[in-house]
């Protein structure tokens, strides 16, 4: 009997002319897939206080950065740098830098700052407002786009009216203000130095001076009362000499002071009020200063006297 053929094997997978191929590749998948989730990181982008969550390819904190749309300025902190690698799981700081116009104490000038509020930016600045007067809270929040701010410190200035001294700690932006808040009225026509709308800042003088209701003809203003200061008092506003006694620039005895409207001391009050009270004072003599400046009197009109200059009169001070 014929026996039966037997069936033909079938082929063996491995043994197939294309398994090698087919391991090659599966493991190139294999190895592709391990590389691309080694780059996959899941990172936290934290942008001016706001949270948000990446998860991406990147290899650097730049590569993040875009990735999550994060724009980044030339001035703005990025924590860490942008070169710098970045692992799984990392948090990446972003701070904006925000322009601030900053007027401390009457002066202006422009800064970029990280800070999110007030308060963090006059730190960042170095400005420490102790006592003083801001124009926003120290909580506000500081826009992206920028604020106006404005910080007033405690100042110590002081007020000369004649007799009068007041030495007082302020945060006033004016010297307006200041007198108002020392409760120093002025009669119309008072001079004030510096000017009232001018900023007073630390150890600022100001002098209110009483009006100056006579006018000063020219040539009386013309004469070389310079010269005739440094004369009698070595040009010193507040000399003062306990023979007379004689004070100020022009030695004035206290009875002449107050002939011409002088109040107080004339050592208090600035050179220029002197000056105009001493001019009052040659007027109201008609002209005859002999009797007030016997000695020194002719340097008003350029002349040298006779007899040699004595020493100017001695100037103290109280």
């Known amino acids: 009997m014929r026996g039966k053929r037997r069936a033909p094997r079938p082929p063996i997978p491995w043994r197939s002319p294309w398994t090698p191929a087919l391991c090659v590749a599966s493991m190139v998948a294999l190895g592709g897939l391990v590389a691309t989730s080694a780059l996959v990181k899941d990172v936290v982008v934290v942008a001016d206080g706001e949270r948000r969550p990446f998860r991406g390819i990147a290899g650097t904190v730049g590569e993040v950065l875009d990735g999550a749309g994060v724009p980044v300025g030339l001035a ?127 150890g600022t003088v100001i002098t209110v001076t009483p009006p100056r209701d006579v006018p000063i003809p020219p040539e009386v203003a013309n004469l070389d009362w310079e010269a005739l200061a440094e004369c009698e008092s070595a040009g010193d506003s507040l000399a003062y000499n306990p023979e007379g006694p004689y004070y100020g620039l022009y030695q004035f005895s206290l009875p002449m002071w107050r002939v011409v409207g002088g109040i107080g001391l004339p050592s208090t009050w600035p050179a220029d009020e002197q000056t105009y009270r001493a001019q009052l004072l040659y007027q109201h003599v008609k002209g005859r200063w002999k009797g007030q400046w016997p000695t020194c009197g002719p340097l008003l009109f350029g002349i040298t006297p006779y007899q040699p200059t004595p020493a100017p009169r001695q100037a103290l001070r109280r």
């Open 76 to 202: 703005d902190v990025v924590r860490p740098a942008t070169h710098e690698k970045v692992s799984d799981g990392a948090t990446i700081e972003v701070l904006r830098a925000r322009p601030i116009t900053l007027t401390l104490d009457g002066r202006t000038s422009r800064h970029l700052v990280t800070a999110t509020s007030v308060g963090e930016a006059l730190a960042e600045l170095d400005v420490t407002p102790a006592g003083g007067r801001l124009s926003a809270p120290p909580h506000d929040a500081v826009p992206l786009e920028g604020m106006e701010l404005t910080v007033d410190t405690r100042r110590t200035v002081h007020v000369v009216t004649g007799t009068r001294r007041v030495s007082a700690r302020t945060t006033a932006r004016t010297v307006r203000e200041v007198l108002r808040k020392e409760h120093i009225s002025l009669s119309r026509g008072s001079q004030v130095n510096p000017p009232l709308g001018s900023f007073p800042e630390d």
